[in-house]
């Protein structure tokens, strides 16, 4: 029998511990992907909000929405193969040490959204006491929201996993009733349809965009696929992204969609424009609901999880310290100010923190799929092993280089962000680990210091 696996701990989870069904799976990424980021994204970029029609917009998130899917099916296939998460997957790329530039690279955003998360769910609750009773306190609301947060996911991933399985369902429904009634007593703006647009530079802006809502998420597609059940060899973890990742996005984009062309005046807040567009403050409310249980739902999976398992592994937190350190660090982010930014803004946010994501993506998928497609994960839990494998003190200076020069070349073009760190990252660290650069420098630097110590 098998060593017990703390699910909500680093080590490796068994093929005979996963808690995850399929169904349960595709259930947890639709909850935490039917949220307001991925509704904004879309209602930003239709016009008259944004600068495309209806049929480029939907063109650009169907584009977004598979090329995410696919990066969770190959970027989280070691996680359903060996248990690992995100956090030992680095090691093999970067080096003992050197995990710590990813692992902060991706904890970042992540702390982020989920300061944002929180503030949508607190602007949510303050419309609809506004509404329906007169009277809100927005500050309150936040702080409430963020104990909702740390109450559901206390109990780690088996609590995660049954609220965001009951959460899908609820939101599905009731964002199915609100298209019906919106697009019946509205309809979708003639202007939007006849809008001329453009497929250029901004329509691929709002592309890299709608990818960056959930590049974050790729990158730690290992923290949920090992707890995915191994069966159907790797059919499961292809369903369980294929059917989870991308139908749910596609599905948040229609209602941005749907709600940006309804929209009559511009407006800088979405959670406001919910209400604006509903057709009484009754189904206001319901859809503010719909916020809520949103919110919550990703800020479970695709916020908490992967920030907490980072400080689990660089500070040697327990699951419930990381939770508090990681809720209070998100505060200080300063959320309010965040998601008051017109749609140029919001993008420009999501592009920029992308820039380094995109170059760590392409170096963790060329150490993967090129250097180590046997899947042979279990000695990166022996750093001083790890260490020893052509490392300098910790570091890969390889997966720095190639993650310096990808998110320089991503500067230059930052509307494209990660579109182009993450071929030129790839690319680059193939290039210098073909060329062992590592061994190299090491030889070098002994080489030096012995010169060195020889002449004293």
């Not at 930003?44 to 917009?57: D, S």
């Not at 009951?166 to 964002?175: D, H, K, N, T």
């Not at 503010?288 to 990703?298: C, D, E, I, Y």
Request: hydrophobic share 50%; aromatic share 12%.
């Amino acid at each position: 029998m098998s060593h017990e696996a703390n699910p909500e701990g680093l080590e490796p989870i068994p093929s005979d511990q996963r808690s995850m069904s399929l169904f349960h799976y595709i259930l947890v990424w639709w909850a935490s992907f039917i949220i307001v980021q991925g509704f904004s994204t879309a209602f930003f970029a239709v016009y008259p909000q944004g600068p495309l029609n209806v049929v480029q917009a939907a063109v650009a998130m169907t584009i977004g929405a598979m090329v995410s899917a696919v990066l969770f099916v190959i970027n989280g296939l070691g996680g359903y193969r060996e248990g690992i998460p995100f956090v030992t997957q680095v090691r093999a790329a970067f080096g003992p040490r050197g995990a710590m530039i990813p692992k902060f690279v991706c904890a970042v955003p992540a702390i982020i959204w989920l300061g944002i998360g929180n503030w949508i769910g607190a602007l949510a609750i303050q419309s609809i006491t506004m509404t329906l009773f007169g009277f809100g306190n927005v500050q309150l609301y936040f702080v409430l929201f963020i104990f909702l947060n740390l109450a559901l996911a206390w109990g780690g991933i088996t609590s995660i996993k049954w609220f965001d399985s009951a959460a899908a369902v609820i939101i599905i429904v009731l964002l199915a009733y609100t298209i019906f009634r919106v697009t019946t007593e509205q309809g979708i703006s003639t202007a939007s349809v006849e809008h001329e647009g453009t497929w250029g530079l901004p329509f691929l802006t709002i592309v890299a965009a709608h990818v960056g809502t959930a590049i974050t998420a790729a990158l730690n597609a290992n923290d949920l696929s090992r707890h995915l059940e191994q069966r159907r060899g790797s059919w499961n973890h292809i369903l369980g992204h294929v059917l989870g990742v991308a139908p749910a996005m596609l599905y948040m984009a229609l209602v941005g969609i749907v709600f940006g062309t309804a929209i009559t005046t511009e407006t800088g807040n979405p959670v406001f424009a919910i209400m604006d567009v509903a057709p009484n403050p009754t189904l206001g409310a319901a859809l503010l609901v719909f916020v809520l249980a949103a919110q919550t739902s990703s800020n479970l999976t695709l916020n908490m999880l992967p920030a907490v398992h980072v400080f689990q592994d660089t500070l040697d937190m327990t699951w419930e310290k990381g939770l508090i350190f990681t809720s209070v660090l998100s505060v200080v982010t300063f959320p309010w100010v965040l998601f008051s930014s017109q749609g140029s803004i919001y993008f420009l946010v999501i592009n920029v923190y992308s820039v380094p994501l995109g170059a760590v993506f392409g170096v963790l998928l060329a150490e993967y799929w090129v250097f180590r497609s046997d899947g042979s994960n279990t000695a990166l839990y022996d750093t001083e092993r790890t260490s020893e494998q052509g490392f300098m003190k910790g570091f890969s200076v390889t997966a720095v280089l190639s993650v310096l020069i990808g998110s320089v070349a991503s500067l230059a073009v930052l509307d494209l962000s990660w579109m182009v760190g993450f071929p030129i990252g790839f690319g680059t660290y193939v290039c210098l680990r073909k060329l062992n650069v590592d061994s190299r420098t090491m030889a070098y630097l002994s080489d030096t210091e012995s010169q060195s110590t020889a002449a004293d």
